[in-house]
């Protein structure tokens, strides 16, 4: 598929998909004729967009997106050490999740005195 229907598929702008490729976050594309400027993106390129976007969405850094996608991607690594590594990743996923079920939680605490005399003494 080129580069519109990509965009169009992943609800992304063409400037974040060059952004993103720019990046490495996307595999380099070749261009299969020299004489026009198309690429030709794959289901995986979408596939992998959509994680990105998801994963912005939650809050994610592009490093720490481009960290899990090198892992799962690179044969350099052992199937141990991409455990290893996925696994530190969860781990800070849990984390992010243990922060924000207590921030929800005190944002949830305000909102229940917004109105009430206040009565937070020393």
Not at 1 to 13: H, V
Not at 21 to 27: C, D, I, P, V
Not at 45 to 71: C, P, S, W, Y
Not at 91 to 108: C, H, N, P, S
Request: charged residues 30%; contains cysteine.
């Amino acid at each position: 598929m080129r580069i519109g229907e990509l965009c169009a598929k992943a609800e992304l702008p063409r400037d974040t998909v060059r952004y993103y490729e720019r990046q490495g976050l996307l595999e380099k594309i070749p261009q299969p004729n020299a004489s026009n400027n198309y690429k030709v993106y794959s289901a995986v390129d979408l596939q992998r967009l959509k994680m990105i976007k998801h994963a912005k969405m939650l809050g994610f850094t592009l490093a720490e997106i481009a960290d899990v996608l090198n892992i799962w991607v690179e044969d350099r690594f052992s199937v141990e050490q991409k455990r290893a590594s996925l696994q530190r990743k969860l781990a800070q996923i849990d984390e992010k999740e243990a922060a924000l079920t207590a921030l929800r939680a005190g944002i949830v605490q305000a909102l229940n005195k917004v109105g009430q005399p206040c009565d937070d003494a020393f």
